[in-house]
Nanobody, 121 residues
Framework: QVQLVESGGGLVQPGGSLRLSCAAS????????MGWYRQTPGSNRELVAG???????AVQDWLKGRFTISRDNAKNMVYLQMNNVKPEDSGTYYC???????????????WGKGTLVTVSS
């Protein structure tokens, strides 16, 4: 089991940038696929971006060009860079890790508690 702690959320104006961080309690190198998920009130949690243990990254189509996921295995960290944010990007962002190779919620083994992002002027 890995403990995951997100940070970096907060209030940001539309058009601004934010970088979310996820700190893992132990090494995730070569083991865990990592993902960022977003949940808004009344909605299901949705996958935002994922990155494999080998570093292959993917972002949902509607976020491409604005969001980037990366990982630093030496520091046991995963990041979500959010640029040109929009009000609809608001929500609670969760970091998750899994070994199954899939990013469905039930396929992820460990979850952080989330960090709240609010995009508003």
């Amino acid at each position: 089991q890995v403990q995951l702690v997100e940070s970096g959320g907060g209030l940001v104006q539309p058009g601004g940038s934010l970088r979310l961080s996820c700190a893992a309690s132990r090494s995730i190198a070569g083991i865990y696929n990592m993902g960022w998920y977003r949940q808004t009130p009344g909605s299901n949690r949705e996958l935002v971006a994922g990155i494999t243990s080998g570093g292959t990254a993917a972002v949902q189509d509607w976020l491409k060009g604005r969001f980037t996921i990366s990982r630093d295995n030496a520091k046991n960290m995963v990041y979500l860079q959010m640029n040109n944010v929009k009000p609809e990007d608001s929500g609670t962002y969760y970091c998750a890790g899994g070994q199954s190779g899939r990013y469905a919620e039930d396929a992820m083994d460990d979850w952080g508690k989330g960090t709240l992002v609010t995009v508003s002027s």
